[in-house]
């Protein structure tokens, strides 16, 4: 090979090399797609306050309470469903006035009342705008209440008024219901007093009254002074044996003593007035021993006198002539009883 210089190599323009980029391309298409910056990852969410949300639940909770009650009452105003109220007591003393107040507003001319007495059978009072039975002479109408002039025992019981009336919602119906208690004053007390008793025995006085309400409570009088409910606390000379009982009127002598030989009266009192049987009295004596010795000196001077009287009859022959009958008599029996065997002798032989 010949040696000679080498020939030039032709010449390429080389560019200079682009800067790369720090991002790889997937990294740089999903940072795009990120939502803009905000809290960190690392950061995480407030937990909820429970006392709000007990507070959001009880508020959820009374809206639908009101809810229901609204529906349920538009729904009783529509069909007319009776509305009870409190329950009342009205007290009155009888023979005097009483009001029986219905709690519903001033009568108009579309309402509708009625008053009903209740017990065993329901029976009206005030019924087609008229009072019923023995109200129409001593009652009169005040509105929708009742005012009974002249109030006896026999009033007592339970009474309800009854009020319809139109409404928006519908017919709509109220109700109220009391109860009448007649105060009775009690009637003279009936009393159980022993007229005599022997000293050292267990005596008891007994006081009643069945008309009096409430029931009254009984006193115990001895000529006309109140005896003590505890007899310790009485005179010294007093009997303190006595027991008594307030409640049902009873005046017990544990042992009763001359000391409480006297008049005995009783008082019944309640809260209306009070009443007071008519004095009786007690006399208290020893045993009569000087009569029992002349009962029995009696008794045996009876038997003394039957059998003296035996023994003069005896020794005047009374009884010994009813024997010397009976002997002749039988001895005419057994004469009779021998002619007789004589005769059917005689007719055998012949």
């Known amino acids: 090979m010949p040696s000679g210089p080498a020939p030039p190599l032709p010449c390429k323009s080389v560019s200079a090399p682009a800067p790369r980029s720090s991002v790889p391309p997937r990294a740089a298409s999903r940072a795009s797609a990120l939502p803009p910056p905000g809290p960190s990852a690392s950061e995480e969410p407030a937990a909820p306050d429970p006392a709000k949300m007990a507070r959001r639940s009880r508020h959820r909770l009374l809206l ?189 002598f544990n042992t009763v003593s001359k000391l409480d030989s006297g008049e005995y009266s009783c008082e019944a009192r309640n809260s209306v007035g009070h009443r007071r049987c008519p004095g009786k009295r007690m006399q208290v004596d020893d045993l009569n021993v000087s009569g029992i010795i002349a009962a029995v000196v009696v008794v045996a001077l009876v038997i003394s006198v039957c059998g003296l009287g035996v023994c003069y009859a005896q020794r005047k022959g009374y009884f010994s002539k009813e024997t010397s009958f009976q002997k002749s008599s039988s001895a005419s029996k057994a004469t009779a009883m021998s002619e007789n065997d004589f005769k059917h002798t005689k007719s055998f032989i012949i």
């Not at 409190?86 to 009155?92: E, L, R």
């Open 64 to 252: 639908l309470l009101l809810r229901y009650l609204v529906v349920a009452l538009d729904y009783h105003k529509a069909y007319g469903f009776s509305a009870s109220k409190d329950h009342q007591v009205v007290t009155a003393i009888e023979y005097q006035e009483v009001i029986l107040a219905c709690k519903y507003p001033k009568k108009t001319i579309s309402s509708r009342l009625e008053w009903k007495k209740l017990g065993h059978s329901v029976s009206f009072v005030y019924y087609q705008q008229a009072l019923q039975g023995d109200f129409k002479d001593r009652a009169e109408m005040i509105d929708f209440s009742i005012r009974i002039k002249n109030v006896t025992r026999n009033d007592a019981g339970k009474y309800r008024c009854e009020v319809s009336a139109p409404s928006e919602q519908g017919q709509n119906l109220e109700e109220d219901t009391l109860t009448l208690e007649v105060l009775v004053a009690p009637a003279v007390p009936s009393c159980e007093v022993p007229s005599s008793a022997l000293r050292g025995t267990v005596v008891e006085l007994r006081c009643q009254d069945k008309e009096g309400n409430p029931a009254p409570e009984y006193m115990w009088f001895k000529d006309g002074i109140r005896l003590l409910e505890n007899p310790k606390l009485g005179s010294p000379s007093a009997n303190s044996s006595y027991t008594m009982n307030t409640k049902s009127g009873t005046l017990q």
